[in-house]
Nanobody, 128 residues
Framework: QLQLVESGGGLVLPGGSLKLSCTASTASGYSFDEYGIGWFRQIPGQGREGISYISRYGKATEYATSVKGRFTISRDNAKNTAYLQMDNLESDDTDIYYC??????????????????WGQGTQVTVSS
């Protein structure tokens, strides 16, 4: 299976940008390109909101309405890494961001219950 590690979070001014990375280490017999990758953020007191998805080879992407036009998901399978470029950040984007992996081939804004491999999260704070 995969082990996922997020990085790239931090403090940024409103209107600024951050690029998150999700790097996978793979056990023998598993490959990063077997998995679609989703990015999520925590809903206080609830579960996780899916915000973006990218298919195994990057040909299909999906975005939640809240981030469409501001965030861009991508991946580099040679580096076992997926990315979330976040532009024009708003204070409401402050959250813990998680990447997750799924073997489901469904192209959709990710839903938490469809993903079984998770990273530990990275904090993004948008504040002046």
């Amino acid at each position: 299976q995969l082990q996922l590690v997020e990085s790239g979070g931090g403090l940024v001014l409103p209107g600024g940008s951050l690029k998150l990375s999700c790097t996978a280490s793979t056990a023998s017999g598993y490959s990063f390109d077997e998995y679609g990758i989703g990015w999520f953020r925590q809903i206080p007191g609830q579960g996780r909101e899916g915000i973006s998805y990218i298919s195994r080879y990057g040909k299909a992407t999906e975005y939640a309405t809240s981030v469409k036009g501001r965030f861009t998901i991508s991946r580099d399978n040679a580096k076992n890494t997926a990315y979330l470029q976040m532009d024009n950040l708003e204070s409401d984007d402050t959250d813990i961001y998680y990447c997750a992996a799924t073997k489901s081939r469904t192209v959709a804004v990710p839903r938490e219950e469809k993903y079984n491999l998770w990273g530990q999260g990275t904090q993004v704070t948008v504040s002046s």
